[in-house]
């Protein structure tokens, strides 16, 4: 394991870009990956062994007595750590995880529960509720130890609460002030670490870090965002929109306008490379940063990545408009490798495996008819999310498997995963969704605390339990590598992950929707709550796959497979099936095999029967 320093440069001009011990090499592809999406402070604290694991027959058991208590916990640091990861990244490795994805790591304000990571207090430091620099390292180089690869969360057109501004009618300090465009407003302040308003920093822990960040005119002051959207005559890629100048409610934002800001911000992350040999950088809110500021810091990283013999770093952004993806994703290579499928896809994703939409509502997508079904298509571009720490697609915060009452929920949430797998792009699943988390607001009492307040706490549950466990449970955790819905996300990433060519089908080959037909009606695509299918193809191999979209049902019918890969009187092979018992879905029995019919109209099907929320790969 590399040693790093233990403590971080005061100045940014001392910052060293010289790699610490050994590079890793990009992956050659990174629609090759899987990845996995987790919150350090709500992700395991390494202290599993002083738990009970939940048991979810017996889901009272952990129910928490006081549900304030618990409430209250989920605003709050609960206590996960870098170590805590490390110590699981086997558990990760046997789920078929390939890359991790980790909210920021970076140290934030002492006094204030930023637990999510992104009120940064110093861009050179960890926090220290995560652990320490060499943590970081050491998490990394284990993750390399196995293969696998790791991107950091960072945030770069904001930093932390760390002053005051004036206000100019009674010269108090405030955390916030309403928009205005300009002039910026006067600063009363720096915040101290107890949160009182100091006219100087004298100690690491007030104020920001490093002392570039010092500056108050690298700050737009411009108050806090009111309009999170266009005005209908300003211009979509402008970088004056309110919602690209003002505050992140209280996260106080970076003045992109100059050139010096955007270069200081490309160090900070240069030096973080050097120092952890990340393989990628998952950015927050690129929709608060023009394009044309989005490029230059883009660019600052990927040449810094390539100088030291990371090919391929990834850059992803998460956009949270579909009409403004296109102009920060670059092909040749000078703005984000890829977008962050936040928008529609996931709940038309979701939709669809519970047969509450037209398939096609969701598969056309990836139509080739229009620019963004291309990049979708292509699978380099974009990544799959079902699931995230931030569910702004939805209209209210909850995960896949919230208010879910469906017999097979476990295969049905291990089978909108698996559509994930099985299509074109680069799939990312989200902490807690192979033990079937079922985090929603609904969970939020109003008696205890009136208002909406904090309801994203109710998705980013302590995997490790401590005080704010999932399921409204305390004291236990929930690493378990036996659960039905952890066994088939592992037997479906297995296959996605090996490189034979049923692996490479499933990773670089062609999507194609299937017709299908059932009580002799003619082929057509399905309709909501049926059997719909779809396969990958890759030169000769066609691997296909079938899903029962209706959750309470049986659902049969004749599936379409291409004619001139299977000839008349061939068979298709299961290579997965949702109900095979645990030790199958281990090691999976070789000769469950169906018949190729061939039709009068030149068409070649199969016959699959699958139970409710069932699914089939075969190849």
């Known amino acids: 394991m590399a040693k790093v320093e233990e403590f971080a440069p005061e100045k940014l001009s001392e910052a060293d870009l010289k ?54 916990a989920g605003t709050k640091f609960v206590g996960g750590t870098l170590r805590g990861i490390k110590s699981k990244l086997d558990y990760l490795h046997r789920l078929g995880v390939t890359t991790l994805s980790i909210n920021p790591p970076w140290r934030q304000r002492p006094e204030l529960e930023t ?24 998490l990394i180089d284990a993750a390399h130890d196995r293969s696998m690869y790791v991107i950091l969360g960072v945030v770069y057109n904001r930093s932390g609460n760390n002053w005051f501004y004036r206000d100019e009618n009674n010269g108090s300090p405030r955390d916030t002030m309403p928009y205005r465009q300009w002039p910026p407003y006067p600063v009363h302040g720096w915040r101290s670490s107890t949160g009182e308003s100091i006219p100087e920093i004298t100690t690491l822990v007030d104020g920001v870090w490093p002392e570039e960040f010092q500056n108050l005119n690298w700050y737009s002051r411009s108050g806090e965002i009111a309009s999170w959207e266009f005005s209908y005559w300003e211009d979509v890629l402008s970088a004056y929109a309110e919602f690209r100048r003002g505050d992140f409610y209280d996260l106080k934002d970076l003045n992109l306008d100059k050139n010096e800001v955007i270069a200081a911000l490309a160090k900070v992350y240069q030096y973080w490379i050097a120092l952890s040999d990340c393989d990628g950088l998952g950015m927050d809110a690129i929709k608060q940063v023009s394009p044309q500021d989005s490029r230059q810091f883009c660019t600052a990283i990927r040449e810094y990545a390539q100088s030291i013999g990371k090919e391929n770093f990834l850059l992803t952004g998460e956009i949270t408009s579909d009409s403004m993806a296109g102009p920060y994703i670059d092909i040749i290579g000078r703005n984000l490798s890829a977008i962050l499928d936040i928008m529609h896809a996931p709940n038309k994703l979701g939709a669809m495996v519970k047969g509450l939409v037209h398939p096609k509502e969701f598969f056309d997508l990836y139509g080739e008819n229009n620019l963004a079904g291309q990049y979708r298509q292509i699978g380099l571009y974009h990544v799959s999310v079902l699931d995230d720490h931030d569910m702004i697609s939805r209209p209210s915060k909850q995960r896949f498997a919230a208010h879910s009452n469906v017999p097979n929920l476990y295969q049905q949430v291990a089978h909108v995963v698996g559509v994930q797998l099985t299509m074109p792009g680069i799939p990312a699943i989200y902490y807690g969704t192979e033990q079937a988390f079922d ?33 409204q449970t305390a004291g236990c955790h929930f690493f378990n590598p ?28 062609h999507h194609y929707l299937r017709e299908t037909s059932f009580c002799n009606y003619p082929f057509s695509i399905p309709g909501q709550g049926e059997l719909v299918a779809w396969s990958q193809i890759l ?21 379409t497979v291409d004619t001139f890969i299977h000839p008349n009187g061939s068979t298709m092979t299961f290579l997965y099936k949702g109900d095979w018992n645990h030790t199958e879905l281990r090691y999976p029995p070789e000769n469950q095999i169906v018949s190729v019919q061939h039709h009068n109209d030149s068409r070649a099907s199969v016959r699959i029967d699958l139970p409710p929320s069932g699914m089939a790969i075969l190849v």
């Open 482 to 509: 036996d659960h039905p819905t952890y066994l088939r996300i592992s037997a479906i990433a297995r296959l996605r992950n090996n490189q034979d060519k049923i692996g490479k089908a499933l990773r670089r080959g």
């Open 115 to 138: 637990y999510h990571g992104y009120g940064i207090q110093n861009f050179l430091d960890i926090d220290p509720r995560f652990g320490t620099r060499q943590d970081l390292r050491d």
């Open 539 to 559: 030169f000769d191999t066609e691997v296909l796959m079938v899903l029962n979209t209706h959750g309470l049902e049986n659902r049969g019918a004749e599936v």
């Open 19 to 72: 790699p610490r011990g050994r590079v890793q090499l990009s992956p050659v592809s990174w629609r090759d990956q899987f990845l996995y999406q987790l919150i350090p402070d709500r992700f395991s604290d390494g202290n599993e062994a002083e738990r009970e694991l939940f048991d979810p027959t017996n889901p009272l058991r952990y129910k928490v007595k006081d549900k304030a208590d618990w409430m209250a």
């Open 439 to 471: 985090g929603n607001e609904g969970n939020h009492d109003y008696n205890v605390e009136g208002g909406r307040f904090a309801v994203d706490r109710y998705i980013r549950e302590a995997m490790f339990g401590g005080a704010f466990g999932a399921f």
